[in-house]
């Protein structure tokens, strides 16, 4: 698990963390949001569901975002030597 500690591979291994956690928030606000505008329906008769086109793109965006968010301390992160951060600590 730890025994690539090569710049790059740490890199990666951050951007990609940063990836699944968008993720994972963009599965259960989606969720969240078709379940609260069925709810909302049943009260309000002018509530719509958009399409899947704009969820889409709000995905996309969104995910991008976090690679964006997460790509300086990745930078960061790999110019630190490994073995003197852990001593540090």
Do not use: K, W
């Not at 291994?13 to 994972?24: K, M, N, P, Q, S």
């Not at 709000?58 to 490994?82: C, E, F, Y």
Request: hydrophobic share 60%.
């Amino acid at each position: 698990m730890f025994g690539q500690s090569e710049p790059r591979h740490l890199l990666r291994r951050v951007l990609a963390e940063g990836a699944v956690i968008a993720t994972a928030g963009i599965a259960t606000g989606a969720a969240a949001g078709f379940a609260l505008a069925r709810f909302a329906g049943s009260y309000v008769t002018d509530v719509q569901i958009p399409g899947s086109l704009p969820i889409a793109g709000a995905a996309i965006v969104l995910i991008a975002a976090a690679i964006l968010a997460s790509l300086m301390p990745a930078a960061r992160a790999s110019r630190v030597d490994v073995i003197q951060a852990l001593r540090a600590e």
